[in-house]
């Protein structure tokens, strides 16, 4: 998966609990994405960096806020997760070019919120 | 607003048989075209890609795509199908007129019989 690590991999919490995923990349990219995947929905993007603190909304964003310290790191955080945060979320990235060529995605991980 | 369509849900091909997974695309600008592969518990692998040039694109695993601009299509093929090209495929366009996102369709499950 193009030296892109998400943490954790599975995670169960109730609603109000916050949520912090991380996407790591040893590929000195620097554009990174979080998406959220749904059934019936494909890929939904949430948030976008296009440098370390520099970040964007996607079309899903609310609910949602990211931070990115260091080029290698990309922060998810749901501050009070919901039901209908309940997903699979992705990290991609893509190269120093950026904007024209393809994302490289993450292994994904799997939240429940109950 | 930009966007994509895989108007099958599902698409059953027997083995050996050529495939054929449809994909239409809406930009105002020239449109860039990605397929994008998920096996299952996976993250996204790119196959192939349009940005300029011949209309037909050759990618990963024997995989092609035809860019038709009169049509708006950007079509996935396959010559022969195997049974480990089971698996959900993604679309993806983007129109660097706008805000160089990409947009993903909502995928299309290939079940290659055997």
């Known amino acids: 998966d193009a030296g892109i690590t998400q943490s954790p991999r599975h995670k169960v919490t109730e609603t109000g609990t916050p949520v912090t995923l991380r996407c790591h990349q040893t590929e000195n990219h620097r554009y990174m994405y979080w998406y959220r995947q749904d059934p019936g929905h494909g890929l939904r993007l949430i948030h976008y960096s296009y440098g370390v603190k520099d970040t964007d909304k996607g079309e899903v964003s609310d609910g949602y806020s990211v931070s990115r310290s260091k080029t290698e790191d990309f922060l998810l955080t749901l501050e009070s997760a919901t039901s209908s945060q309940t997903s699979v979320y992705f990290c991609?990235?893509?190269?120093?070019?950026?904007?024209?060529?393809?994302?490289?995605f993450g292994p994904g991980t799997r939240l429940t919120v109950l | 607003a930009q966007s994509v369509a895989q108007p099958e849900d599902q698409v059953n091909v027997a083995e050996g048989n050529p495939l054929t997974v449809k994909c239409t695309y809406s930009?105002?600008?020239?449109?860039?075209l990605f397929w994008y592969v998920q096996y299952p518990n996976r993250g996204l692998q790119f196959l192939l890609k349009?940005?300029?040039?011949?209309?037909l694109v050759k990618g990963s695993y024997g995989f092609e795509a035809e860019f038709n601009k009169s049509q708006t299509s950007f079509h996935l093929k396959k010559p022969s199908a195997l049974v480990s090209d089971s698996a959900l495929y993604f679309c993806a366009v983007r129109d660097l007129s706008r805000d160089d996102k990409i947009i993903f369709g909502k995928g299309t499950r290939l079940h290659i019989l055997p």
């Open positions: 930009v105002s600008g020239n449109p860039y």
């Open positions: 349009y940005i300029t040039g011949d209309n």
């Open positions: 991609a990235i893509s190269d120093p070019l950026g904007t024209l060529n393809e994302q490289f």
